[in-house]
């Protein structure tokens, strides 16, 4: 696995590339140190890093559950330490599955996609993070 990662501007705005996507991300740092709101942040990355990871296995074994789910969003929110380097203590996602979902498989899904597929959520809770979850069904 391989990114490029190319500034774009003189302050520190950058543009991320990989070679399974013709897709730009780009990357911005705080107004602190010359960010100008050109792209997400760095932990905010890893805050959709983790997001995404769950979210594609969970709708992945929602579909194979034979679940209808009719639409899905993740909201997560990242507590950081205040000593540097300001990394993540806590991490909570809330899913919202809207459909005619079955909560325990909605629930078995969600403990498989996170808890076990997730290598995100793996290499976060090997460095101390702690990750919850909750699952809100809207029908």
């Known amino acids: 696995m391989k990114v490029e990662l190319k500034r774009v501007n ?3 705005h950058f543009e991320a590339s990989a070679p399974s996507s013709t897709v730009k991300v780009h990357i911005d740092g705080s107004p ?3 960010g100008q709101g050109l792209g997400v942040r760095p932990m905010e990355m890893v805050l959709m890093a983790l997001a995404s990871c769950s979210s594609l296995d969970l709708v992945s ?3 194979k559950q034979k679940q209808a789910l009719k639409d ?3 909201s997560v929110v990242g507590e950081r330490r205040e000593q540097l380097p300001p990394v993540f203590t806590k991490i909570h996602m809330h899913f919202t599955l809207t459909g005619d979902i079955d ?3 909605a629930d078995r899904a969600a403990d498989l996609a996170v808890k076990k597929y997730c290598s995100v959520h793996d290499m976060l809770v090997a460095g101390g993070v ?3 979850y909750a699952i809100e069904i809207v029908k």
């Open 103 to 105: 909560p325990d498989k």
């Open 72 to 74: 899905f969003s993740v």
């Open 32 to 34: 602190e140190i010359g």
């Open 130 to 132: 702690e990750i919850t």
């Open 10 to 12: 003189d302050a520190v």
């Open 61 to 63: 074994i929602l579909k």
